[in-house]
């Protein structure tokens, strides 16, 4: 049998040094995919939060227009093989991220207002980064057919291509998280991605000039064009993220929060408010750190009256470290250890906090749970206050495996207060329902005290506080004392009914625990 000749190569093959300047491409397409992807959930978390919803969302989007931009990129380059259109691809790319920065501006806040915690990240996700990875992704089949010229070697040579695309994404993945966003602003990285792209789109369409029809080179000005104004106002918008405004006194994006400080006048007083994406985390009056600026921060008054002996204390959570602060002054000879995840909140704590006026209080930048477990000691008061709000509560300080390390870190007739938004009632009951019920499996008694008791339906901060052994007794006693005082009382009329028997609400396991779910319904 005769063996068949090999094809002829297609229009425009690459070989050569072309072909290794394609290969650069791919590796630059593939790693701008992902550095879309992860930046992307720093984007929609100030407004959706940093949920399974909002990282499911996102790696649904970006596959399926992965999916779709192979199979058009395909299709278009069977149709028409070209290098300077593969170029131009890559040129529309770099005009769609440049745009990113624009449309964050323009559509995140009406979205984070109209839509849900589940709905809210698929159609910020699609709005803004399924344009540009769909047109990316359509890069390397097209690559493809200008590579393999020889038929014999389509599998080799695809192989090949896709190798350098998902090596480029493995590069963008760790670059991004590890690299990016904690040294750079998510608009300058997404400014930046568009330009490496536009000037690597540029570069081929130099690299491969010569000859070209009317209508190639009409359509080359016009997606330079494109590219040149998307990019222009990438740039002005790059310095312009939702969240700043006049009273911004210092912002910063990074690897985990949209991190803001605002200052504003209150009743005289100039008070400092820290935002952790879009919750309010801390305030401090400024020049009084007694000043207990948000009312559930004064129930830290629970710890004090129920540990009169107080050695020392525990913080899960810094914040703008108000609570640590007015600890340390009521009980200046007690040994104070904070863990907070962010070192960025750290750092912010002691520029604008004033935290770095008390060295006796420890800081250890990490996560709380981590921390607790690795402090080696028992203390004599716990304080779980890492919960950003309603739409932020980290998953794995919820569980009863936590509460039982936290149980198992308190000193005998230790105590633990820990602060959580909920509902109280209503669809939103459930949350507030499961981690009762969940702390209650791992404490023999567990108070609950509430910001707005007469309004059971309302987001609020909900203060679960329990001693480590059965002290039914010291409760009494602790509320007699909160009484006494004309300043406290408040706390002792804010203690409300624990969910009623008969109320949905799952106990959270490591194995098991949908709080994401349970948020949602609260919204």
């Known amino acids: 049998m005769a063996k068949r000749a ?26 701008s995919i992902l550095v879309l992807e992860i930046a992307a959930g720093r984007v929609l978390a ?21 999916s779709l931009g192979y199979s058009v990129g395909g299709r278009l380059a069977d149709r028409s093989p070209s290098s300077r259109t593969f170029y131009l691809i890559m040129l529309l790319g770099a005009a769609l991220v440049a745009l990113v920065p624009v449309l964050r501006a323009a559509l995140m806040p009406a979205l984070e207002r109209g839509l849900s915690l589940r709905s809210g990240p698929i159609a910020g996700g699609i709005l803004l980064f399924a344009a540009p990875s769909f047109v990316l992704a359509a890069l390397t089949p097209y690559a493809v057919k200008l590579r393999a010229g020889d038929e014999r070697l389509i599998g080799t040579v695809t192989g090949d291509l896709f190798t350098w695309s998902t090596v480029g994404s493995i590069a963008g993945t760790f670059a991004t998280g590890f690299f990016f966003i904690p040294a750079f602003g998510l608009n300058s990285i997404f400014l930046a991605t568009s330009v490496a792209l536009a000037l690597a789109g540029a570069g081929g369409l130099w690299l491969v000039r010569g000859s070209a029809a009317a209508a190639e080179r009409k359509a080359t000005r016009a997606v330079s064009l494109l590219a040149a104004v998307c990019i222009a106002a990438g740039a002005a918008w790059a310095g312009r993220p939702p969240g700043r405004s006049a009273e911004t006194v210092h912002f910063r994006e990074n690897m985990y929060h949209t991190l803001r400080i605002q200052k504003w006048a209150d009743q005289g007083r100039q008070v400092l408010e820290l935002f952790l994406d879009s919750q309010p985390e801390a305030a401090m009056v400024v020049g009084d750190d007694r000043a207990l600026h948000f009312r559930y921060s004064r129930f830290l008054a629970l710890g004090g009256a129920a540990l009169p002996g107080m050695r020392s204390a525990f913080f899960l959570g810094g914040g703008g470290f108000t609570m640590p602060k007015a600890l340390h002054l009521m009980r200046p000879g007690a040994e104070i250890m904070v863990a907070e ?12 906090f004033r935290l770095d006026r008390y060295p006796e209080i420890r800081v250890q930048a990490g996560d709380g749970r981590r921390a607790l477990r690795g402090s080696g000691r028992r203390w004599d008061f716990i304080v779980g206050d890492a919960y950003r709000g309603l739409r932020n509560i980290p998953p794995h300080l919820v569980t009863r495996e936590f509460f039982g390390e936290v149980r198992g870190s308190l000193a005998p007739g230790g105590a633990f207060l820990m602060n959580l938004i909920a509902h109280r009632a209503g669809p939103g009951g459930v949350l507030y329902a499961a981690v009762y019920r969940t702390l209650a499996s791992v404490f ?25 052994d059965r002290e039914e007794g010291r409760f009494r006693a602790v509320l007699e004392k909160l009484e006494a005082d004309p300043r406290l009382a408040f706390i002792a009329g804010s203690r409300v009914a624990a969910p009623p028997p008969g109320a949905y609400g799952p106990i959270l396991t490591d194995d098991y625990n949908p709080v994401e779910y349970l948020v949602a319904r609260g919204f």
């Open 6 to 31: 090999p094809a002829a190569p297609v229009e425009g093959t690459a070989a050569g040094w072309e072909a290794a300047y394609l290969y650069l491409c791919v590796f630059l397409s593939g790693a």
């Open 444 to 468: 023999p008694g567990v108070w609950v005290f509430s910001t707005d008791p007469g309004l059971p339906e309302a987001a609020q901060n909900i203060l679960f506080f329990a001693f480590r």
């Open 341 to 352: 995840l962010d070192p960025d909140v750290v750092a912010a704590g002691r520029r604008f």
């Open 46 to 66: 100030p407004h959706f939060g940093n949920t399974l919803f909002t990282w499911t969302s996102m790696i649904g989007i970006i596959l399926a227009a992965l």
